[in-house]
Each structure stands twice: as C-alpha cells, then as structure tokens.
C-alpha cells in the first residue's frame, strides 16, 4: 500500500489582523492574490510526482483567511491534486455567507473550521475579532444549510479579564450548535503580535493557574455532553476526528504549500520564505522557496514522535510504534515507568496512554520522554 500524505496550502490574506496572531497574513488584496496563485502552480509541478507516488488523505487550506482566496481558486488548485478523502477550509464567521459555502462545497471543500474563538463581545473586541457572538453562530448554521455538515469550531481560553461564568457561557451554547468537531486553544503571547507589546499589561488581565486548569475541566465536562474528546484539545462526533490534524501526531508525511508553510518529508521538517514577493520570484527562478531545514537524528525524532502521539486520547501501541519507527532507548523506557509509577501515564499490556493528571501535566510528561 502506498504510503499516506498530507497537504497544507497557506493563504496568508486577512481582513484584520488579529491581536493574538503570529502567522503571515497579508492585506486582502487582489494583485497579492494573483501573486500567490502563481506561486501555488508553480510549487505544485515542483511537488506534484512526490504527491502522485503516495495517497493523498487530507488537503488543508489554513491561513490567514483562506476563505478570501475565492471558490474559483480553490476548485482549482483541488483540481491538479488526486482526490483526497478530507478537504478542510479555514474561514471566519464574518465573512460566511449560506451562498458562499454552496460555492466552495461545489468546488471540492467537505470540512470547515470556523475560528469563533469566543461568543463574549467584551474578549472579541480584545482579541480584535471582526464577529460578534450572534454572527459566530449564524455562520455555524449557513454552512450547514449549504450542505457542509462537517463543521469544526476554535474556541480560545485563557484570556485577559476571562472569567468562569463567561467562559461557561460560551461553551454550552457551541455545543447546540450543528457542529461534528471542537478545537481548544489557550491563549500564548508570541511575538511579533499586538498582545506581545502590551504584555506587561494584559498578563495581570489573565486567569490564574487555578482558573486556568478549571477552564479546561469545565471545556472537557461540558464539550463531552456533546462529543468525544479523542486528543488533549480536540473533540469530535464519532467518525469525525480531524484526519488532516491527526497526521501531525501520529508523523504521516506532509508537505506544505506557500510562503512560511511548513513540511515534513523523510524526517526533515522545512518552511518556505516568509514572503510573498520573494516566495513567488524563487520560483519564477526555478529555484526552492525552502528558507529553512531541520533533520532530526532518528532517536531525537523518535522520541519526540512518541511524546505527540501521547496526545491522543486512546495511547500508543509501543510494539507497533517501534515497528514503525524504531527501538526505544533505554532512557525512554525508564522515563515511561517512573511516570506510570507517579500517575501520569497508564500502561496496559503494550499501551499507554496518559491519565487525567497527565493530560493536565501533558508538556511535563512530554519533556520527561524528550
């Protein structure tokens, strides 16, 4: 069987930035967009037999807003590529309209992530969101009456002046909502971003550590009514688990198309040029957008491979990981016992698999194993 592959294609245009933000993103602007698309093509026949040798699973279209590129662009670009299984759309509320998701379902797109973030206006306003609470939900509602009923929401926690109530409060009214899947984030200051400069100020804004971990309980008791959680922040209806996502934590190959896009091939991790212009005038050259390149040796990238499979919910299969990927050394093994023995991760038979302390010390359990 041929083996799985994954592909990301980064469209950097937004409306606004927003406060938090530390990804490119570009104004929404014509030239630029022409710009890219040209860019796209020309990466494409660049990657194209690397892509035919494997089996496309999953195509991601992240941002930015990729919903600004236009239906007409993503038909096309979903046009050079063999048919995927999972075809996800990035998009924000104020932007979705009923009839342009029936144009993107017509042009190939079968999931979309929507980054709702928050139903508070107060926390939209701070995190420079364009939407209001009843637009959020509004958007939910016209992209499933377009016909894209596999619909994924962000919701963002750990915010400035963030409480219980209003966190409450916006979970239990997503989970009425028509949606097949729900990604949690908390808020991290990068950066390069708004927040990052005023950081002295926000930080005495945010929940304490105590807040902090009963926001996420709350999420997992609420979200859970509703769907299953399958990974740290991820939860889903049966059948529904971001396939696109689950490649990340379980290594399938993948490559990213765009500038600042991402990829990991024959384990080396590269990104393109944060540029647009320089991104698109290396490929009118012939030459590689790459700016970036990192080879991990096989037992660094081993065990950080087991650490990020420990994220999702039902563990790992240490004799078919090291099937897959290798021996574990012996200092892994010694670190999986002594967290087994402190009651962060449980072992049955050949699986492991984090316990609730250890979901909610994941990134101590993580630097244990690396």
């Given at each position: ?5 994954s ?5 950097p245009?937004c409306?606004?930035?927003?406060s938090?933000?530390h ?12 710009q890219l698309m040209e ?7 660049r ?13 991601y ?5 990729p ?8 038909a ?8 995927p299984?999972?075809v996800?759309?990035e ?12 144009a993107?379902k ?10 709702i973030q928050?139903l508070?206006p ?8 364009l ?6 939900i509004?958007?939910v509602y ?8 596999n ?7 750990d915010l400035?002046?963030q409480?219980l109530d ?11 909502l028509p949606?097949?899947?729900?990604s ?5 200051i ?6 990052f400069?005023?950081?002295n100020?926000?930080?005495k804004?945010l929940?304490?550590e105590?807040?902090?971990?009963r ?7 609420i979200?859970?009514t509703k769907?299953k959680?399958?990974e740290?922040?991820?939860f889903?209806?049966p059948?529904?688990n971001s ?14 198309l765009g500038?600042?896009a991402?990829?990991y091939?024959?384990n080396?991790?590269?990104q ?10 290396l ?5 590689s957008?790459?700016?970036?390149k990192e ?7 081993r ?5 990020i ?12 990981f ?13 670190a999986l ?12 038979g050949?699986v ?11 990134d ?7």
């Open positions: 069987m041929k083996e799985e592959i592909l990301y294609f980064h469209i245009f409306t606004k930035k927003c938090y933000c990804f490119y993103v570009l104004p929404d602007k014509d030239p630029l967009k022409k860019g796209f093509r020309l990466e494409w026949k990657l194209q037999a690397i892509v035919e040798s494997k089996r496309l699973v999953t195509v279209f992240g941002g930015g807003t919903s600004l590129l236009g239906a007409v662009a993503i096309e670009i979903l046009s050079w590529l063999p048919k299984i999972e996800t759309l998009a924000n509320p104020e932007n979705i309209t009923r009839e342009l998701m029936r993107y017509a042009a190939g797109v079968n999931r979309v992530s929507i980054g928050s508070d107060q926390l939209l306003k701070t995190l420079g969101r939407h209001s609470g009843q637009k959020a509004e958007a016209e992209t499933d009456h377009a016909g894209i009923h619909i994924s929401i962000d919701l963002m926690y400035p002046t409480n209003l966190w409450e409060n916006t979970l239990k009214q997503v989970v009425e949606i097949t899947h729900l949690l984030y908390n808020l991290t990068e950066p390069h971003t708004v927040f400069k005023n950081k100020l926000l930080e804004l929940p304490d105590e807040t902090s971990l926001m996420y309980e709350m999420a997992v008791e979200i859970t769907l959680q399958y740290i922040s991820a889903s209806l059948g529904f396939q696109h996502n689950v490649g990340y934590w379980i290594g399938r190959t993948f490559l990213g500038p600042s991402f990829s091939y024959k080396k991790r590269f393109n040029i944060a540029n647009l212009s320089r991104y698109h005038k490929l009118l050259e012939n030459s957008p790459v700016d970036f080879e991990l040796d096989p037992e660094s990238r065990k950080e491979l087991l650490a499979n420990l994220r999702l919910v039902e563990g790992v299969n240490l004799t078919k090291q099937g897959l990927h290798g021996v574990l050394e012996e200092d892994v093994w010694i016992n002594k967290l087994v023995k402190d009651g962060f991760i449980d072992k049955n050949d492991v698999k984090l316990t609730k302390r250890g979901i909610l010390f994941y101590s359990v993580a630097v244990d194993i690396i």
